[in-house]
């Protein structure tokens, strides 16, 4: 679905909860960043993982188009 460019969208805050998510959080991520929602952010809260999770979230921009913050 294309969102019209002429119209003011809101700005949403997209707030992922992983621990131990290394087996999702990739294609999760992933498919975020694809969303064409025109002003938009992703949170990601690493609640304590002990897996792979961290070097996942490494792997994606912290400033981007969408931004992704990450603790």
């Known amino acids: 679905m294309a969102f019209e460019q002429d119209l003011e969208w809101p700005k949403m805050s997209v707030v992922v909860a992983a621990h131990n998510a290394g087996r999702t959080l990739e294609e999760c991520l992933t498919s975020l960043v694809n969303l064409r929602y025109p ?11 002990t897996d792979n999770t961290g070097a996942i979230l490494a792997e994606f921009p912290v ?8 603790e």
């Open 39 to 49: 002003d938009y952010e992703i949170i990601v809260v690493n609640d304590g993982s």
């Open 63 to 70: 400033r981007g188009s969408p931004p992704i913050n990450w």
